[in-house]
């Protein structure tokens, strides 16, 4: 009996390491310094999907029309969006988040979305919520796309990317395809926030 035991609980592992990898996105350096990203590990041996780096679409006129509505880039829009569902607007994340900007119920409930899967209203919605974490964080973008990724709290609390490897690398991506230069934000925000105990025993903080 203990065989079968080990070789179910075995099977399980896999299974849960695979959906986790799954979720993530992965970054190759390529020898001529261009970098490929993908959405499945090549080492798990599903040969990984390129990052399709064109952020254009047959949404782009919606995407351009709210963003200018609320005040945000659409080409950052578009970016998030490329990164988040790859443009399908049926898009279902094993996390259960929905459409186009792969939103969650919460969040879709909290925008009276009542059908995540329409692209307009997806969008709309996505803008509003990715807005105001924008203005939440003083319009910092790695950190407003981290809240957007793992959720406010987890960066609210120390007002840096939360230590998760796969948000870092969410934010990495469509920073990359946003700027179009190669950078890592996991040290540009975890480290944003120091203290200095001062000699009366004040504790002063700061971001530089």
Request: hydrophobic share 40%; glycine share 8%; charged share 25%.
């Amino acid at each position: 009996m203990i065989v079968p035991y080990i070789l179910l609980l075995s099977l399980l592992m896999l299974a849960l390491s695979s959906s986790d990898a799954a979720a993530r996105i992965y970054k190759r350096v390529n020898p001529d310094g261009s970098i490929d990203f993908f959405n499945k590990n090549e080492r798990s041996g599903g040969g990984g999907h390129r990052l399709n780096r064109n952020i254009s679409s047959k949404f782009d006129g919606i995407i351009e029309t709210l963003s200018q509505k609320h005040g945000v880039d659409p080409k950052l829009i578009k970016c998030i969006i490329r990164v988040e569902s790859d443009f399908d607007p049926e898009a279902v994340s094993p996390a259960g988040a929905m459409g186009l900007m792969q939103l969650m119920k919460e969040t879709a409930d909290y925008y009276n979305l009542a059908n995540p899967f329409d692209p307009e209203k997806n969008i709309d919605a996505g803008i509003r919520h990715f807005k105001s974490l924008q203005n939440y964080f003083r319009n910092d973008i790695p950190l407003a796309l981290g809240a957007y990724h793992a959720g406010i709290g987890r960066v609210k609390k120390r007002m840096s990317l939360p230590p998760i490897q796969a948000t870092i690398d969410y934010v990495n991506a469509i920073m990359s395809l946003y700027t179009g230069e190669t950078g890592n934000y996991s040290e540009h925000a975890v480290r944003r926030l120091y203290k200095r105990i001062e000699r009366d025993g004040t504790i002063v903080l700061y971001s530089r």
